[in-house]
């Protein structure tokens, strides 16, 4: 059961497969790690881990159809995450994930957060990305000013930057979910 009682799932979890495969030595992808992190933040903000439903595709049976269920998957959902990369800019079903979900939204980019896992410009994003300011999990080294992305190849407290960013991912992301249950609670109150 979701948080948001209008919808199956709080968050539908939006990556390219290729951001969440697991470097040697490491249990977990990159995907994988910021969303098990992810839930637990989430559910200490909204006061439940057991009432919050996050959604990505790797709990898809083997035989389930690809298309259908992850469209019916992104139907339900209250929010949409982007993990934005090279990977997800050349995925087509990154691309059919988010113009699904902002279809049913109506637009409304409130409900539709991007963590950036690599920089992308702003004019190589889709365009209904471009003014989002999003979330970015990397950094600038000092020294030569290439990007490096934080948590790699998994977070460690040594790296309070990526806890940091995630934290206020978590809050506003909850923020927008309590939103988004207040919304359905006045209009059964209506009724």
Known sequence: ??????????????????????????????????????????????????????????????????TPEILARVRSSATLLIVLSEGYLASEWCGREYREFLALAGGDTRRLFVVERTPIERHRRPHELGDLLGYPFWVRDRRDGRARTLGVPIPTPAEPEYYHRLGRLALELASELQRLKAMTQQHVELR
């Open 1 to 66: 059961m979701a948080y948001t009682s209008d919808w199956q799932n709080d968050v539908f979890v939006s990556y390219a497969q290729v951001d969440d495969q697991p470097l040697s030595g490491a249990h977990d992808g990159w995907v994988g790690s910021l969303v098990d992190a992810l839930k637990v933040l989430l559910g200490q903000c909204l006061g439940r881990t057991d009432a919050l439903a996050v959604w990505r595709d790797v709990q898809l049976p083997g035989h389930a159809p690809l």
